[in-house]
């Protein structure tokens, strides 16, 4: 069986192939497949309010453009001491296109003069299922941590060199590949969402 991944993004595809071995063991010769499979679909504007309200106009747009079970996820980094920023708009916080880079450099900029106490930020991540017309379900997960006053490693992407987790000492950045998806916000939001899609992998499969 087929589930499309609303994603053009391999490493966001890789990550979900780990999620399911993960979260959903048992094999049931699920085939997970990006929209690099289906060229043409337009893009979907996110325009919402909420990580759920994008994650799920991505869910449901793309399943009735495909006719099948789709997972969508919304995600970024919410700053306590700046009112909840950057948020939805975590990828474009300094400028549309803008670089990761730019980014993380406006995120210093803007936590220059708040102390380490005051720097508690974590990463949202909302996952939604749907098949044509339909919601199945939407799950949040989240992970905390601080912003540290300068990048520090080379592993990951986007906030991933100024995200700290305090337990562990290091920033995302920091950590191998296969120990920040056990412990992200996505791994949080898909061990949520894990029964439900086990569940309509069954009911569509029959089994
Ligand atoms: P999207 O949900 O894939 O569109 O991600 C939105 C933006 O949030 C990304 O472009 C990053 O800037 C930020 N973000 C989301 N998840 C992570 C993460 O795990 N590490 C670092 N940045 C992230």
């Known amino acids: 069986m087929k589930i499309i991944i ?5 490493g966001k595809l890789q990550e979900m192939n780990f999620l399911f071995t993960e979260f959903i063991p048992k094999n049931y010769n699920i085939n997970l497949v990006s929209l690099n499979k289906y060229p043409d679909i337009p893009e979907v504007i996110e325009d919402g309010d909420s990580f759920q309200a994008n994650a799920e106009k991505k869910a449901l747009f793309t399943a009735n453009y495909t006719g099948e079970m789709v997972i969508a996820d919304d995600s970024g980094l919410v700053v306590d001491a700046l ?3 950057p948020g939805i708009f975590s990828s474009r916080y300094s400028g549309e296109n803008a670089t990761d880079e730019q980014n993380i450099e406006k995120l210093l900029e803007n936590l220059k003069d708040i102390p380490e106490e005051l720097r508690t930020a974590h990463f949202a991540c909302v996952i939604s299922i749907a098949t044509p017309n339909n919601i199945i379900g939407s799950f949040k997960g989240i992970c905390n941590g601080i912003i540290g006053t300068k990048p520090q490693g080379d592993n990951g992407f986007g906030y991933d060199p100024l995200f700290i987790r305090t337990d562990i000492g ?8 296969d120990v920040k998806n056990r412990i992200s916000h996505r791994a949080r939001a898909f061990e949520k969402a894990a029964s439900l899609i086990e569940k309509n992998i069954k009911l569509i499969e029959k089994i």
Do not use: D, M, R, V
């Open 6 to 10: 609303a994603t053009h993004n391999i």
């Open 83 to 85: 009112n909840g920023e």
């Open 170 to 177: 290091k920033t995302f950045a920091e950590l191998p590949h």
